[in-house]
């Protein structure tokens, strides 16, 4: 292709072609990826790992093409002097549109947000009834504030109060295109994607109902609300809560739009949403705003947050890893990963007063059973030990809990009560139908963290934990779960120079 392209028409031209064709190209990948995401190994085939590398070819392929987007725009901005996203030389009428980001312009006020999602789902090309239906509900779950967090748990999150396994979706999503998650654009973009859009999984459940063709603004509150809010709202809550503000909305806004919006060529989605919206779609989640918590069929047990008898708070249950434990994780980039989990905000549990004040080990070399997720966990990361003899994949300590603060391969952050924070991995679960265990850990929670160490060198000697860690000597307040080892490693492959 030669690169003396003088006639801003054509240059224009390519870059909208090129654009088109990335989106349509985007869209396939992630409709294939999806596909691969579900299928397993058969009859001794590594079929997940073949899908695996075909993954990375289309996230490359997309990159590539990216870059070359990028490169064309660059060069229209620094050689010729104008912008590409700016530019349309088929429509003289163009100058007449909304500049796309134009359309999430707001003063942060509840009414100016509200405008704005109004103008969005407009612009998607809903109704108005089901337009207003989603503010009706938005306006019950956050008051149209994206950056607000669930009061008392801190579970809920954004707009609709994303929570658990969506909210991390959500996260993973801001991350992976390097916006914050709190952004109100993003948010609409995602939750689009997520539950909105006729070809999602949620939306083929709105179609279905009948959300996108009622012309009852109070109907598509309740199929919104019945189908991706799913609060244990009464009937009489959900009419007077989220019913009637869509009403009150639909009368205000309707017949309005922002007007003709230009192509949101600037907003382009990163590859591999849809698959995470797609993941969390079907995790089955359920919020009870009668307990505050949630709840699900699926991979969530219930969570009420009452308060317990020492203090503090019953804890979650989290969800186990659906990724595939067979595929050994080599040559992880801890350090960038490490990065991300300091990012991460996780779900806390807060432990009653006075535990956790004493730590004990178990030898790593103890667990023998190649069909458990621990064994896997070995097979995957390795087993290593740091010169004192403590597991450690990364920089982090390989402990055993209780299922309260997560599953085998959860990251944790175990929070002691003067604010040290001890980085640590589940490597091992303790068996709450020993002796004295509870939900916390053994001896009624007095051993809550139990370190993972080289059963070689510890089994007996007189090593202790607080013998190498005198600062440990605190008891536990707060536990962090920020996400799980077979999810998360194979997204930061070390670099390997040759």
Request: net charge negative.
């Amino acid at each position: 292709m030669s690169t003396d392209i003088k006639s801003k028409t054509e240059l224009a031209s390519l870059a909208s072609d090129l654009g088109t064709m990335t989106t349509e190209l985007k869209s396939d990948g992630d409709s294939l990826k999806s596909k691969i995401s579900s299928v397993e190994n058969y009859d001794g085939i590594d079929v997940v790992g073949a899908g695996r590398t075909l993954v990375n070819n289309i996230d490359n392929s997309l990159t590539d093409l990216d870059t070359v987007s990028t490169n064309i725009k660059n060069y229209a901005s620094q050689v010729i002097g104008f912008d590409v996203d700016d530019f349309n030389s088929s429509d003289s009428a163009s100058d007449n549109k909304l500049a796309y980001e134009d359309l999430f312009k707001t003063d942060g006020s509840a009414e100016g947000n509200a405008t704005v999602i109004w103008n969005f789902f407009k612009y998607k090309g809903l109704s108005d009834a089901a337009t207003a239906g989603i503010l009706g509900n938005i306006q019950a779950e956050s008051g149209f504030n994206p950056g607000i967090v669930e009061r008392g748990s801190g579970i809920g999150y954004g707009l609709i109060q994303w929570s658990f396994g969506r909210r991390t979706a959500l996260e993973n999503a801001a991350r992976q295109r390097g916006v914050d998650p709190s952004s109100l654009q993003f948010q609409l973009e995602y939750l689009w994607e997520e539950s909105v859009d006729p070809n999602s999984s949620y939306g083929k459940s709105l179609a279905t109902a009948g959300f996108y063709d009622t012309n009852s603004p109070s109907d598509a509150a309740y199929y919104f609300h019945n189908i991706v809010e799913k609060s244990a709202d009464s009937y009489d809550a959900i009419r007077n809560n989220r019913c009637r503000p869509a009403e009150q909305w639909y009368n205000q806004l309707k017949g309005t739009s922002a007007g003709e919006v230009g192509e949101a060529i600037t907003a382009s989605k990163t590859s591999g949403w849809a698959n995470a919206a797609s993941t969390a779609a079907t995790s089955g989640l359920v919020y009870t705003s009668s307990s505050g918590g949630y709840r699900s069929s699926a991979n969530y047990t219930s969570y009420t947050p009452t308060s317990s008898s020492s203090g503090g708070y019953v804890a979650p249950s989290f969800p186990r890893s659906t990724a595939s434990r067979n595929v050994k994780i080599a040559n992880v980039d801890y350090e960038k990963l490490e990065a991300y989990l300091e990012d991460v905000k996780g779900i806390a549990v807060k432990l009653p007063a006075g535990l956790g004040s004493k730590h004990t080990y178990m030898g790593w070399q103890c667990i023998t059973a190649r069909a458990s997720d621990q064994y896997k966990l070995i097979e995957s990361a390795g087993m290593n030990f740091d010169e004192q003899g403590f597991g450690k994949i990364g920089d982090r300590y390989v402990v055993a809990t209780t299922t309260t603060f997560g599953n085998v391969g959860d990251f944790i952050d175990v929070v002691q009560s003067d604010g040290t924070v001890i980085k640590c991995i589940i490597g091992d679960i303790k068996s709450q139908h020993d002796a004295n265990c509870n939900k916390w850990g053994h001896s009624n929670g007095v051993d809550v963290v139990e370190f993972v160490v080289d059963r070689s060198t510890w089994y007996g000697s007189s090593n202790s934990v607080v013998k190498f860690h005198p600062e440990w000597n605190k008891n536990i307040d707060t536990i962090i779960n920020k996400g799980n080892y077979f999810d998360l490693a194979q997204k930061y492959p070390k670099t390997v120079k040759v």
